[in-house]
C-alpha cells in the first residue's frame, strides 16, 4: 500500500471522503465479540471503513435487514479432489460464500513437480476467489520403493515456491515419523518454511504422547486428522488448532464437535480438505459445514467463527476474517443465520456471486501447459490387459 491509498483510506474511514459503497439497514456480525450490530457499513478502495449512519457514498445497497458475515476461509482443500481447475473450482464455492481457500495441490505435483504448481497458480489467477497454495511436503508420498511418482521435492523446491512467490507454506506433512524422527531430509525441508516464517500445516493421525510434543516442537500448529474428540483435546492443549472436516469422504466434523466448549473453540477451523464438484454444487462447501454444526448445537456465531476469524488468526490471514476497518472487504448476505443460505457474495467490496449463481466469466483455458497433457507413461500396456476375467456372467462394480 503507498502513502496516497493509506491516505484515503483513513480519510473515508474518518468520514472526510465518501466511501465508494454502503451497505444500509444491515445486521454485521461482529466474529470478534459474537454478536450482533445494526447499521450501515461503509467500504472503500476494497476494504472495510467502519460502522456508522453518518457515512455517505454514491452506491448503496439495501441489506433489508439481511445479516453481513464476514467470507468464508478453508484452510485446508484440495482442489484436484474436485477433478476441475482452480478458476472452475471457484466459481463452484464462491455462490456458497468461499472467499478465501489455502488448497493443497498434492495430487498434481506428486505427478508435475513444479510445473504441476505453476499451472494451479496460472489457472488461479482467472477467478475472484483468493487460492494461496501450500507447498506440498511429501512428494512421493511414499518411499520410493512403494510408489513410483512423476516429481521429487526437496528442501530446495520449497524454497523455489518461496522465492517466487508461488506458495503461501508447506502442506500437511504426511510423514510425521520422519518429523517425530528428526529425519535429515524432513529437517530440511521443515527449517526452509520456519527459517522463512511460513505457515507448516500438519497431518499426524493418532499421533500421542511425547511424538505428539516433537510434532508441535517442529513448529506445526495445526492438524486436519483427528477423528475422535481426545485427539482434538490432545492437540488443542499443545496449542495447536484442529481443522473439523465436513468434505465428500471425511466427515468428522460432528463427533468432534462434541469436544468443542466456549474455551477451545477459539481454536477450532472448519474445513473441506477433499470435496467433489457434486457436492460442491449439490451440497455446498463451508455453508453446509456451518449448517452441520448448528444442527449439532453449536451456537450460530460460534460456527462462523469456525470459519472465518479463527483460520485468519490460524493460518496468519491478519488482512480477512472479520468485518474490521481496513480488513479486505469478502463478506456474505445471509437471510437468516441458522439456515444460513448464502444470497450474495463480495470479494474486495465487488458482487462476485448471487442466488446460487457465479456471476462473472470462467475462463478455464490457461495457454503454455500442453506439456501437462502428457503425463502418464507405460512402458507396455494393450487392451488385453482390461479384459475381466470372468467365470460367470456377473462382476463386482465399485461404481457407475
Do not use: W
Not at 474436485?82 to 473450482?89: E, G, K, L
Not at 517425530?180 to 497431518?203: P, R
Amino acid at each position: 500500500m503507498d502513502k496516497t491509498t493509506l491516505k484515503q483510506l483513513i480519510d473515508q474511514a474518518a468520514g472526510r471522503q465518501a466511501a465508494d459503497m454502503v451497505i444500509k439497514n444491515a445486521k454485521v456480525v461482529d466474529v470478534y465479540n459474537g454478536r450482533i450490530i445494526e447499521g450501515t457499513l461503509a467500504i472503500g478502495n476494497g476494504r472495510f471503513l467502519g460502522i456508522s449512519d453518518d457515512y455517505l457514498a454514491p452506491k448503496v445497497i439495501d441489506a433489508r435487514g439481511q445479516y453481513v458475515v464476514p467470507g468464508l476461509i478453508d484452510p485446508h482443500i484440495h482442489i484436484e479432489s474436485a477433478n476441475v481447475s482452480p478458476a472452475v473450482f471457484g466459481s463452484l464455492v464462491t455462490p456458497h460464500g468461499t472467499t478465501t481457500i489455502l488448497a493443497d495441490p498434492h495430487e498434481i505435483v506428486n505427478v508435475a513437480g513444479m510445473r504441476g504448481l505453476e499451472y494451479m497458480v496460472a489457472s488461479a489467477k482467472k477467478t475472484a476467489l483468493d487460492i494461496k497454495y501450500t507447498m506440498p511436503s511429501c512428494v512421493p508420498t511414499a518411499n520410493p520403493t512403494l510408489e513410483t511418482s512423476g516429481a521429487v521435492i526437496t528442501a530446495a523446491e520449497i524454497q523455489d515456491s518461496y522465492d517466487r512467490n508461488l506458495t503461501y507454506g508447506l502442506a500437511e506433512f504426511m510423514n510425521y515419523p520422519g518429523v517425530v524422527n528428526a529425519d535429515d531430509g524432513v529437517l530440511d525441508e521443515l527449517l526452509v518454511s520456519l527459517n522463512a516464517n511460513k505457515l507448516i500445516d500438519g497431518h499426524s493421525p493418532a499421533l500421542k504422547e511425547q511424538g505428539l510434543n516433537a510434532y508441535a516442537a517442529a513448529g506445526i500448529r495445526n492438524d486436519h486428522e483427528c477423528t475422535q474428540v481426545d485427539e482434538m483435546l490432545d492437540r488443542i492443549s499443545r496449542g495447536m488448532y484442529v481443522y473439523l472436516r465436513y468434505g465428500t469422504v471425511s466427515k468428522n466434523m460432528s463427533t468432534l464437535l462434541k469436544g468443542v466448549t466456549p474455551q477451545n473453540a477459539r481454536f477450532c477451523c472448519l474445513c473441506g480438505d477433499d470435496l467433489q464438484s457434486v457436492t460442491l454444487r449439490e451440497t455446498g462447501h463451508l455453508d453446509e459445514s456451518i449448517r452441520v454444526a448448528i444442527a449439532n448445537g453449536i451456537d450460530p456465531i460460534m460456527a462462523i467463527q469456525m470459519a472465518t476469524i479463527n483460520t485468519a488468526q490460524c493460518t496468519g490471514l491478519a488482512d480477512r476474517g472479520g468485518i474490521a476497518p481496513g480488513l479486505k472487504a469478502d463478506f456474505l448476505l445471509v437471510d437468516d443465520l441458522e439456515q444460513f443460505s448464502v444470497n450474495q457474495t463480495f470479494i474486495n467490496g465487488q458482487k462476485v456471486a448471487a442466488s446460487g449463481e457465479y456471476l462473472l466469466t470462467t475462463e478455464d483455458s490457461v495457454t503454455g501447459f500442453d506439456d501437462l497433457l502428457q503425463t502418464v507413461h507405460l512402458d507396455t500396456f494393450t487392451a488385453h490387459q482390461l479384459k475381466l476375467n470372468l467365470t460367470s456372467d456377473k462382476a463386482h462394480v465399485i461404481g457407475l
